[in-house]
């Protein structure tokens, strides 16, 4: 079974600067998962679907973060414009279902990441 | 009031000694997950054990075990007969339901694992 696939993998952009990430969950799973990494921190999430729709985007920045996952699959996260505090790795992560019903050991299953240096 | 602490930014082991990494956390949701993550410094996130809030026993997989305490909200997770390769971070992480059924995860800010030879 492939896991989640992420690209690029680096990416070094000057601030004020565009970008955009995307991300290939496992096959199947309905819930997908944005996490920002910053230096030394834990992964702090950004936005999550189910299926193709958002559950949650509290912590989103929407003045610049923006997010879509198209027919419940593949998802893009794009930056614009960037700052020098969004260097930082962001991690993808999928799980089978993401719901209160799922319960029981439901993982999540995360990407390589793509780490953003901002200059 | 931090949904998962974990005190320790790092710790040294002995290889081959057992070591416990802290972790405590807070939740008024009676069914809640706690996760245990591995990071090496190539970056993936690695599954490594966990642990329901009804679960009776405490969660092993190999050389890991959860001490979970659930009155005490703590989640310890234990590393026995360390090796070099377990020099990583790793990250508890609490899974509680919203107000909308669905699953939100948090993490912790990690504790930094060095085996020494």
């Known amino acids: 079974e492939a896991g989640v696939a992420q690209s690029p993998r680096y990416k070094i952009i000057e601030k004020r600067q565009s970008v955009a990430f995307w991300c290939n969950p496992i096959?199947?799973?309905?819930?997908l998962y944005w996490y920002q990494q910053i230096l030394g921190q834990g992964p702090k999430l950004l936005i999550q679907?189910?299926?193709?729709?958002?559950?949650?985007d509290s912590q989103l920045p929407k003045d610049r973060f923006s997010a879509e996952r198209l027919k419940g699959v593949d998802s893009t996260l794009k930056i614009q414009p960037a700052k020098l505090e969004d260097s930082a790795v962001y991690l993808c992560?999928?799980?089978?279902?993401?719901?209160?019903?799922?319960?029981?050991?439901?993982?999540?299953?995360f990407g390589p990441g793509t780490r953003l240096l901002v200059l | 009031a931090q949904k998962i602490t974990q005190t320790q930014p790092g710790m040294f082991v002995q290889e081959k000694e057992a070591v416990t990494l802290d972790c405590t956390y807070d939740?008024?949701?009676?069914?809640?997950?706690l996760f245990w993550y591995k990071q090496p410094s190539s970056g993936e996130m690695i599954f490594l054990i966990y642990?329901?809030?009804?679960?009776?026993q405490n969660a092993t997989e190999g050389r890991y075990s959860l001490n979970f305490q659930k009155a005490r909200k703590s989640a310890n997770l234990v590393i026995s007969a360390s090796q070099l390769g377990d020099s990583a971070m790793y990250f508890c992480?609490?899974?509680?339901?919203?107000?909308?059924?669905?699953?939100?995860?948090?993490f912790g800010t990690g504790t930094k694992l060095q085996v020494i030879p």
């Open positions: 992560a999928s799980s089978p279902q993401g719901g209160r019903l799922a319960g029981g050991k439901e993982t999540q299953y």
């Open positions: 096959s199947g799973h309905a819930t």
């Open positions: 679907f189910q299926n193709n729709g958002v559950v949650d």
């Open positions: 939740t008024s949701d009676p069914s809640y997950g």
């Open positions: 642990q329901g809030s009804y679960d009776q």
């Open positions: 992480a609490m899974r509680e339901g919203d107000s909308g059924g669905y699953q939100k995860v948090t």
